[in-house]
T-cell receptor, first 116, second 116 residues
Framework: AQSVTQLDSQVPVFEEAPVELRCNYSSSVSVYLFWYVQYPNQGLQLLLKYLSGSTLVKGINGFEAEFNKSQTSFHLRKPSVHISDTAEYFC??????????????FGRGTQLTVWP | EAGVVQSPRYKIIEKKQPVAFWCNPI?????LYWYRQNLGQGPELLIR????????DSQLPKDRFSAERLKGVDSTLKIQPAELGDSAVYLC??????????????FGPGTRLTVL
């Protein structure tokens, strides 16, 4: 089975500062990688995903992530955060094996808090 | 376009009582997922449907949990009897069938269950 480790449970930053949310995964097969955001009392919303091709993936709200196969990482970055970015962020992985096709494995989440 | 609809949004019951959650996926999506999200954790898949067929239910505790997806559209997840450890947020997601791990899953707002 796949597993995902989000190294930071909480990340506090000031508005307009850059931020990086770290994600590492373990897998013996090719994977697909995702970042989701969850605002309070809402469902998860897809920020971006890596399927293949360019290792730098751009998503919504100015976020981007870089797939690093040698380090099995998929860190999420934003050069300048806003207070509205305050939310829980989840990294997820899936694979294309038949038995678990489409199953997403999530990390425990990182709470990003942006202070004015 | 309407998103994934779930009801109720909140449910409080006493242990040993039954409870049911309802999900209406995005129109045209034939793959439906139920996830459980415990406090401070990422979502974990309980069951995945392709049309009416449950194709991945290995994580569903079948002694007390059951699910159905009649006519390949709406779905109901039931717990009977509920235990204290079932307190969690139950998320429903849907996607278009495709190449499995590349499908984008769209999540509903969830049902927050509290078992007393």
């Amino acid at each position: 089975a796949q597993s995902v480790t989000q190294l930071d449970s909480q990340v506090p930053v000031f508005e307009e500062a850059p931020v990086e949310l770290r994600c590492n995964y373990s897998s013996s097969v090719s994977v697909y990688l995702f970042w989701y955001v969850q605002y309070p009392n809402q469902g998860l919303q897809l920020l971006l995903k890596y399927l293949s091709g360019s290792t730098l993936v751009k998503g919504i709200n100015g976020f981007e992530a870089e797939f690093n196969k040698s380090q099995t990482s998929f860190h999420l970055r934003k050069p300048s955060v806003h207070i509205s970015d305050t939310a829980e962020y989840f990294c997820a992985v899936s694979d294309d094996r038949g038995s678990t096709l489409g199953r997403l494995y999530f990390g425990r989440g990182t709470q990003l808090t942006v202070w004015p | 376009e309407a998103g994934v609809v779930q009801s109720p949004r909140y449910k409080i019951i006493e242990k040993k009582q039954p409870v049911a959650f309802w999900c209406n996926p995005i129109s045209g999506h034939n793959t439906l997922y139920w996830y459980r999200q415990n406090l401070g954790q990422g979502p974990e898949l309980l069951i995945r449907y392709e049309n009416e067929e449950a194709v991945d239910d290995s994580q569903l505790p079948k002694d007390r949990f059951s699910a159905e997806r009649l006519k390949g559209v709406d779905s109901t997840l039931k717990i009977q009897p509920a235990e204290l450890g079932d307190s969690a947020v139950y998320l429903c997601a849907s996607s278009l069938v495709g190449t499995g791990g590349t499908d984008t899953q769209y999540f509903g707002p969830g049902t927050r269950l509290t078992v007393l």
